[in-house]
């Protein structure tokens, strides 16, 4: 799979996709969860910020993945499994 074709970009949309459900469903468990134990809202507050930075970590790698194909180093999202 080369790195700008529509099969890449077929993939990084679907991980996108994936990616941003699995946090919204985090994020709408964190208060009920916490809600039943008796959590303080301190933890549902980090909680979402750790998620938030996993995303954004997920985001630079993504661009550095697609500067690597520009600049022809090769290899792109090759952690990403294919179909």
Known sequence: MSCLSLAFLQQLCI?????IAIISIIRLLVPLLLGMIGG????????????WAIVAIMVVYIIFALLSCLLGSGGGLMHFPVR
Do not use: D, H, K, Y
């Open 15 to 19: 991980w996108l996709i994936v990616v």
């Open 40 to 51: 303080v809202p301190v933890v549902s507050a980090l909680i979402n910020i750790i998620l």
